[in-house]
Nanobody
């Protein structure tokens, strides 16, 4: 069974940082690309960043220069380092197996940024 469990969210002041983690199980982690998405109340899901199996990275304009995606294949874990957080970054953050509309999204973690 494919499982993705995100953690590391919380309440932070604007300008602060958080590091999200996503532990994956049920498949061969090394072989796949992964992504991070977020969804705020009343808004559509937004794709933030993805990383390929050979660690090529992509970032949406909204997070470029502030967020960094990485992976540790030995630990079956995906990360998202988030710096210079803004109130508009408040959302539930999900990691996903794959990218795009067909990505398999795991359980999310809440990030709240206060002004």
């Amino acid at each position: 069974e494919v499982q993705l469990q995100a953690s590391g969210g919380g309440l932070v002041q604007a300008g602060g940082s958080l590091r999200l983690s996503c532990i994956a199980s049920g498949f061969t982690f090394d072989n796949y690309a992964f992504g991070w998405f977020r969804q705020a109340p009343g808004k559509e899901r937004e794709g933030l960043s993805c990383i390929s199996s050979d660690s090529a990275e992509y970032y949406a304009d909204s997070v470029k220069g502030r967020f960094t995606i990485s992976r540790d294949n030995a630990k079956n874990t995906l990360y998202l380092q988030m710096n210079s957080l803004r109130p508009e970054d408040t959302a539930v953050y999900h990691c996903a197996l794959g990218w795009g509309a067909g990505a398999f999204q795991g359980q999310g973690t809440q990030v709240t940024v206060s002004s």
